[in-house]
């Protein structure tokens, strides 16, 4: 079994499946977000319920943390055994002949967003855990809606915002698509519907974070 | 057509090798690659010097021999074609070109431009066959029903010449457009069923021993193969090896 697990194309499985998984958060995580431009009540809601519904809170946020350490985990080390198996360089390489600069550097396009989910969850996650475990405030289902868009109005915080998910969009850009190719889809390399789609979902949902963080950005100065 | 070459040299395994420059004048645009380099050597020869080593065998692009990175791409510019088969009217008067060895830890140089590709014959030796009863009652292959489809693509991945295009060109020095070629080209077909398991497990457990890098679906392997070999066909090896182990 741990032959397995250190075998080339199971760690590939691995990254892919986290990665899928990762992508069906990113759906979630948008579908509810979006509810924060057009219905407040919807949006505080919803959070209200993450926030506190049991399953969520003990059961599906460890493993979403847990795919996330794997995903960011697998990529340092698959990056490291890369690195190895091509100890002296070319003096002269054009990658760009052959291959996309966003699918070459998967690493810096994930270690910026790794670095802004930082930020993420030191404005989000850490003031929850704070609100509810440490300070023990009490419930209070309405305050999610002015809490998010209080911590867009900074333009710095809003600028890192829209970088960042420009950043996940290239990632995504090759990590969606290529991810299908890891698990043995051949379907993908035929440029048929599965590609279209992971393409237009790769910049579709970043943009939608985008808009959201300049909606609420905007709407505080006006 | 003038040209300034700037060339990988290294004397041995173990020594430090380095760029050295040479200028070459007289190349004809209808000279392939592989002759602009003897014109080179024979050069070298005539001042004394040592000539660069390179491989080659066939110079027809079926041997997979003559193995050089030609200004950052594996087999130069032209696609779907290996370095003998490449005109020097693919380049300009006055042009630099740099030519190098395949780099990875996989392919250590023996000399000059020369790696050595043993690895790709340890992948091969660990499963890239089937075995066949060959006492004399052996079944004729072509009474084996096999769809047209299936046979016209595992013929397209045994055209895979084992040259290392694919690895010299990943930014990983992957293995897989080259181990999954040689999986598909049997796993498609009835004659490879038997031993379907054992080849994916220890194909891809030599192809890790080797020490080449993780594919991470750039594309690069395909697009510089000089047989066109598909990615395809490592999404298959990936499900090759689910199956195998599950």
């Known amino acids: 079994?741990?032959?397995?697990?250190?075998?080339?194309?199971?760690?590939?499985?691995?990254?892919?499946?986290?990665?899928?998984?990762?992508?069906?958060?990113?759906?979630?995580?948008?579908?509810?977000?979006?509810?924060?431009?057009?219905a407040p009540d919807t949006f505080n809601e919803l959070s209200h319920f993450m926030g506190y519904n049991p399953i969520v809170q003990f059961i599906a946020q460890p493993i979403l943390i847990a795919g996330l350490i794997i995903h960011f985990i697998m990529g340092i080390a698959l990056e490291?055994?890369?690195?190895?198996?091509?100890?002296?360089?070319?003096?002269?390489?054009?990658?760009?002949?052959?291959?996309?600069?966003?699918?070459?550097?998967?690493?810096?396009?994930?270690?910026?967003?790794?670095?802004?989910?930082?930020?993420?969850?030191?404005?989000f996650w850490a003031h929850e855990?704070?609100?509810?475990?440490?300070?023990?405030?009490?419930?209070?289902?309405?305050?999610?809606?002015?809490?998010?868009?209080?911590k867009f109005e900074p333009f710095w915080r809003t600028v890192i915002y829209v970088i960042a998910n420009v950043l996940l969009a290239?990632?995504?850009?090759?990590?969606?698509?290529?991810?299908?190719?890891?698990?043995?889809?051949?379907?993908?390399?035929?440029?048929?519907?599965?590609?279209?789609?992971?393409?237009?979902?790769?910049?579709?949902?970043?943009?939608?974070?985008i808009f959201i963080a300049l909606y609420h950005h905007f709407n505080q100065i006006h | 057509?003038?040209?300034?070459?700037?060339?990988?040299?290294?004397?041995?395994?173990?020594?430090?090798?380095?760029?050295?420059?040479?200028?070459?004048?007289?190349?004809?645009?209808?000279?392939?690659?592989?002759?602009?380099?003897?014109?080179?050597?024979?050069?070298?020869?005539?001042?004394?010097?040592?000539?660069?080593?390179?491989?080659?065998?066939?110079?027809?692009?079926?041997?997979?021999?003559?193995?050089?990175?030609?200004?950052g791409q594996p087999h130069g510019p032209q696609k779907l074609t290996t370095t003998c088969q490449l005109h020097m009217?693919?380049?300009?008067?006055?042009?630099?070109i740099t030519i190098e060895p395949w780099r990875a830890a996989a392919f250590p140089v023996i000399k000059d431009l020369i790696v050595d590709r043993t690895s790709f014959d340890r992948i091969q030796q660990a499963g890239a066959y089937v075995s066949v009863n060959t006492s004399g009652n052996t079944q004729d292959a072509n009474s084996i029903p096999i769809e047209k489809a299936k046979a016209d693509e595992a013929f397209h991945s045994a055209t895979c010449i084992g040259c290392g295009a694919c690895v010299a060109a990943c930014k990983n020095a992957s293995a897989m457009l080259f181990t999954s070629a040689k999986v598909s080209q049997y796993a498609l077909l009835p004659q490879g069923e038997i031993e379907a398991t054992d080849r994916v497990q220890n194909m891809v457990r030599q192809m890790d021993i080797e020490g080449f890098g993780n594919c991470t679906n750039t594309g690069a392997c395909m697009i510089e193969c000089p047989k066109g070999i598909k990615l395809e066909n490592i999404a298959r090896m990936n499900s090759e090896y689910l199956k195998a182990n599950v």
Request: proline share 3%; with cysteine.
């Open chain 1, 1 to 38: 079994m741990s032959a397995l697990v250190k075998s080339s194309i199971a760690r590939k499985w691995i990254m892919a499946l986290s990665g899928l998984f990762l992508v069906i958060f990113l759906t979630q995580h948008f579908v509810i977000n979006i509810t924060s431009v057009i």
């Open chain 1, 80 to 123: 490291i055994k890369n690195n190895k198996a091509r100890p002296i360089k070319y003096s002269k390489y054009s990658g760009n002949a052959n291959s996309t600069w966003v699918s070459r550097n998967m690493i810096i396009t994930g270690l910026v967003v790794l670095a802004f989910l930082g930020l993420h969850m030191y404005d």
């Open chain 1, 129 to 150: 855990i704070a609100y509810k475990f440490i300070y023990a405030e009490p419930e209070a289902a309405t305050r999610y809606y002015a809490e998010t868009v209080h």
């Open chain 1, 170 to 209: 290239m990632h995504l850009w090759h990590g969606f698509n290529s991810s299908f190719q890891s698990v043995g889809a051949k379907a993908v390399n035929k440029g048929n519907g599965l590609r279209k789609f992971t393409y237009a979902w790769s910049i579709l949902i970043p943009a939608g974070f």
């Open chain 2, 1 to 71: 057509m003038k040209l300034t070459l700037k060339i990988w040299r290294q004397a041995s395994p173990e020594a430090k090798g380095n760029m050295v420059t040479y200028p070459l004048d007289g190349v004809d645009g209808d000279m392939s690659f592989l002759e602009m380099m003897d014109i080179l050597n024979e050069e070298l020869v005539n001042k004394g010097e040592e000539p660069v080593e390179f491989d080659h065998d066939c110079r027809e692009g079926i041997c997979g021999s003559c193995n050089m990175m030609i200004n």
């Open chain 2, 89 to 96: 009217r693919k380049f300009n008067d006055g042009d630099t």
